[in-house]
């Protein structure tokens, strides 16, 4: 079946620091990639996504990239802050797959000044 | 600020009572959604109505009864829980049609603790 794996957490960073954290993917067609975010005590918020391959998505500093040859779609931030700090998932749907978000176990970012 | 609403933010019952979880959304969405996620846990898909009518239900025990009464409520009706459903519940909404089309919008969620 469809999969998201996301590397293990926490990952504690100091403030300005380069943030990469991993996202690969098996699906059976071609799906769309989500990075969600969440915040303690909230709900998830959409942060990027991108419905292809060689698609770039981006917001608030944050990037990835689907890339189809190695199934990938990495978060990346060039200079992260205290307030970067939450839980980030990774989640695909398939095209055609209905409204089924299938999501990655989540990857927990702490910022430190 | 979040444009889904939901209704109470905490919510303590015993194994006997019965409450409802309500969540809102004037975005003109016709799909609506139920996840339930555990602590440290991603969110798991519960039910999704499309178009005021049940169109997902992922095996979910009856003792969780989902309503749409119209396209902008939603309601996750709870009756003899169990401890382990103690969780925090996230009601979504999103246009329909695929949803890389149409991001989900998520609700801050209800915390459901069962005694």
């Known amino acids: 079946g469809d999969s998201v794996t996301q590397m293990e957490g926490p990952v504690t960073l100091s403030e300005e620091a380069f943030l990469t954290i991993n996202c690969t993917y098996t699906a059976t067609g071609y799906p769309s990639l989500f990075w969600y975010v969440q915040y303690p005590g909230e709900g998830l918020q959409l942060l990027l996504k991108a419905t292809k391959a060689d698609d770039k998505g981006s917001n608030k500093g944050f990037e990835a990239t689907y890339r189809k040859e190695t199934t990938s779609f990495h978060l990346e931030k060039g200079s992260v802050q205290v307030s970067d700090s939450a839980v980030y998932f990774c989640?695909?749907?398939?095209?055609?797959?209905?409204?089924?978000?299938?999501f990655g176990t989540g990857t927990q970012l702490k910022v430190e000044l | 600020d979040t444009e889904v609403t939901q209704t109470p933010k905490h919510l303590v019952m015993g194994m006997t009572n019965k409450k409802s979880l309500k969540c809102e959304q004037h975005m003109g969405h016709r799909a609506m959604y139920w996840y339930k996620q555990k602590a440290k846990k991603p969110p798991e898909l519960m039910f999704v109505?499309?178009?005021?009518?049940?169109?997902i239900n992922e095996s979910v025990p009856s003792r969780f009864s989902p309503e749409c009464p119209n396209s902008s409520l939603l309601n996750l009706h709870l009756h003899a829980l169990q401890p382990e459903d103690s969780a925090l519940y996230l009601c979504a909404s999103s246009q329909l049609g695929n949803t890389y089309n149409s991001p989900l919008h998520f609700g801050n969620g209800t915390r459901l603790t069962v005694t």
């Open positions: 989640a695909l749907i398939l095209t055609g797959g209905g409204n089924k978000l299938t």
């Open positions: 109505y499309s178009y005021e009518k049940l169109s």
